[in-house]
């Protein structure tokens, strides 16, 4: 009985270790050959090949395609580990994260998920949320002391240090954009000017550009810096201390995010939207970084 399409992928990758490059791609464009290149599938197996041979960012829009065309299955969570895992090995683990942030926990792939989220986690600057996620993961698995594991898991903090960040202002029609946090039991809800940390060996200016790509998806117009500010405060109990460039910045891309929508933020639960400044300056609500809304004037 001939070998179904599925069964001849399997064979390709459990003998896929010790050819080259050029014999693999001849190998599965021989079957491929049966489907229509915009066929999920099939850009799913592309993007693995490039990304077996090192081929991220070649690999990193095939998986988007595939999955935006409708890759279903197993294969469709394998994708998006596949792609995070691509994506923070060309450096953007927050896009990374943006891919991996709703992987169902009854998923059977999803302590694998778990464990590509730590590591770009710990590449986008969270140590101690990365090996909270790794634990979590790993406890359910232990031959005793889960409790313990994902209780100690839960304490688990970011040790205190000063943080250099980055905003952006990005002001239309008597708005500005603005990044919402809902209510938690922790705090109640409030506003914060988009951006993020500074990597090591990158400039502000630098940063600001790519923290609005990694959480927005857009290139900025323009980038011009209005002040650096300190900001010190309290979060759940442990003391914060940023030191704050304060850009305005331009991009023609989000002034055309009507008033009243919101654009969710790619490594995060929060969206952004656009907010009255007169409506924020009468304190309609709690907005941050401290002091921010006095460079709107």
Do not use: C
Not at 139 to 158: K, S
């Amino acid at each position: 009985m001939p070998e179904t399409w599925e069964e001849r992928i399997g064979a390709f990758w459990r003998d896929a270790e010790g050819h080259d490059a050029a014999r693999l791609w001849t190998r599965l464009e021989a079957i491929l050959v049966e489907r229509v290149s915009s066929d999920p599938d099939a850009l799913f197996e592309r993007a693995s090949l490039h990304d077996y041979l090192g081929e991220e960012e070649r690999a990193v829009p095939l998986y988007r395609a595939a999955l935006a065309g409708g890759l279903a299955g197993s294969a469709r969570t394998e994708a998006r580990i596949q792609l995070a895992s691509s994506l923070r090995n060309v450096g953007e683990p927050s896009a990374a994260l943006s891919v991996l942030r709703d992987v169902e926990t009854d998923d059977p792939l999803a302590d694998a998920a778990a464990a590509f989220r730590s590591l770009a986690l710990y590449d986008d600057g969270k140590p101690a949320e990365a090996l909270r996620v790794a634990l979590r993961a790993l406890a359910p698995h232990l031959p005793a002391y889960t409790r313990a594991v994902e209780a100690y898991a839960g304490e688990l903090r970011q040790a205190e240090r000063i943080r250099s960040i980055v905003v952006g202002l990005l002001v239309h029609d008597g708005h500005v954009l603005a990044e919402e946090y809902p209510p938690t039991a922790h705090h109640s809800g409030f506003l914060r000017m988009p951006g993020g940390g500074i990597e090591i060996g990158e400039r502000a200016a630098e940063a600001i550009r790519r923290e609005f790509f990694e959480e927005l998806g857009v290139t900025l117009d323009g980038a011009t810096l209005r002040a650096v500010t300190e900001n010190i405060f309290d979060a759940h109990g442990r003391r914060g201390h940023e030191i704050v460039h304060v850009f305005e910045v331009a991009s023609r891309a989000l002034e055309r995010l009507p008033i009243g929508e919101r654009l969710p933020v790619q490594d995060s639960d929060t969206f952004v939207a656009w907010h009255s400044v007169a409506d924020l300056q009468r304190g309609s609500q709690p907005v941050y970084p401290d002091g921010v809304l006095d460079l709107l004037t």
